[in-house]
Each structure stands twice: as C-alpha cells, then as structure tokens.
C-alpha cells in the first residue's frame, strides 16, 4: 500500500528534526510534546509573507511561539541573512523567556522579596 502523503506540518517536522528551532525542545518525546509543536511563520502574511510556504516556515514549541508574538525583526531581510533573522527572532524569545521567568516566580514565590 502506498504511503498517504505528507501534509505540510510533517514535511516542516522532519525539515527542522522534530525540534523547536528556537529554543531546541525535542518535539518527539511523547505525544504531549508533539502536540506543543506548532508552525511559525518568519514573515506574517499581513508584512508580505509568503504564507504557508515551507521557506516561510519554522518548526517552534507552544511557548517559543507564544513569547515571539508578533515580534518581527524589522530591520533584517529574512532572504538575505535567514540565519540573523531566526537568532534575532530566538534574542528576543529568551528575553520575554526571562521577564516572565519573574513573574512566575512572583506567584510561586510571593514571599522571596527578590521577585518582588
Ligand atoms: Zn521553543
């Protein structure tokens, strides 16, 4: 029997080795993870994206993509320094990654001063 083909969010999975570009979370560890993999696009449709092309795609994890938002490198062009985008994009992530890491910790540790 032949194999059924493969949707576009497979094909981006095994492009990008089942891992959150950004942050690395290994997407293939148990179904939970799995279903935290999402596609991100690297250049919105609504600032001339290319949609739901594969160039314009990149496999990131629930939290990456919730912390990007819609942060967008401006003054980077995605064809010309791919590779500069995406590490800005992942900059940013671990800095909004760490202002949250505070506010975390300012409910689960309401009474350590230092989160205050
Ligand atoms: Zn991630």
Redesign the pocket.
């Known amino acids: 029997m032949a194999h059924p083909p493969k949707s576009k969010f497979v094909q981006l999975f095994e492009r990008d080795k089942g891992r959150?570009v950004?942050?690395g979370?290994d997407l293939t560890a148990d179904y939970d993870r799995f279903m935290m993999a999402t596609e991100d696009h690297l250049v919105p449709a609504s600032k001339g994206g290319k949609g739901r092309e594969l160039e314009n795609l990149i496999l990131?994890?629930m939290?990456?993509n919730r912390l990007k938002a819609n942060y967008i490198p401006e003054s980077i062009d995605v064809a010309k320094d791919r590779r500069k985008y995406i590490a800005t994009i992942r900059e940013y992530i671990y800095k909004r990654r760490s202002e949250k890491l505070r506010e975390f910790m300012q409910v689960t540790h309401p009474d350590q001063s230092d989160y205050r």
Do not use: E, G, H, T
């Open positions: 959150c950004y942050c979370m990131s994890c939290v990456c």
